[in-house]
């Protein structure tokens, strides 16, 4: 809240409303929203992936233009790049940063001189490695519904027997 002293008066700025959103839809030509209701709620988190580099939901196109900027400007090799995109990443989580360039070009610095470790973005790191474990997993594993058959003689002992009396009973059910 703003206010001033005015000759003995004090004067006072409305207050702007905490619960203003803001949505951004973008639609590329040839291609239509179906539905409006969807287009206007936010995803909760988006990941932004450019050339293979996770950068962190909050930052836009122009920051991650100006980081990948200052990575190459910094002579930084690739390898060291998503770390600190994780870095920045946990940063953010923590605490507010209000310079996301700077932010990513001081660990930079630091990196291209060896001085940087990965903490906040630790985390993150990990969490991004488990996600890429699973869904390798989830490909590679054929799930017992994709293996389904019809052949009962491939069911175990067990539950062919107790498949045929349930049969038999139904049969004579049917029958009466």
């Not at 790191?125 to 052949?151: F, I, V």
């Amino acid at each position: 809240m703003q206010s001033g002293a005015i000759r003995g008066a004090i004067a006072t700025a409305p207050q702007p409303p905490y619960t203003t959103t803001i949505t951004t839809t973008t639609v590329l030509p040839g291609s239509e929203k179906s539905d409006l209701a969807e287009a206007e709620s936010p995803p909760e988190e988006t990941v932004v992936v450019v050339d293979d580099l996770i950068f962190p939901p909050q930052t836009t196109q122009e920051q991650r233009k100006a980081i990948v900027s200052e990575f190459e400007r910094i002579g930084l090799g690739t390898n060291d790049w998503q770390a600190i995109l994780d870095e920045l990443h946990g940063a953010q989580l923590s605490r507010t940063i209000k310079n996301p360039i700077g932010y990513a070009r001081s660990m930079a610095c630091r990196a291209a001189a060896r001085q940087f470790h990965l903490e906040a973005g630790e985390g993150i790191a990990k969490q991004r490695e488990m996600l890429r474990h699973l869904e390798a997993t989830d490909e590679t594993n054929t799930h017992p519904a994709d293996q389904q058959s019809d052949d009962p003689s491939k069911l175990p002992f067990g539950i062919r027997s107790a498949l045929e009396r349930i049969r038999s009973n139904k049969l004579r059910e049917a029958s009466k």
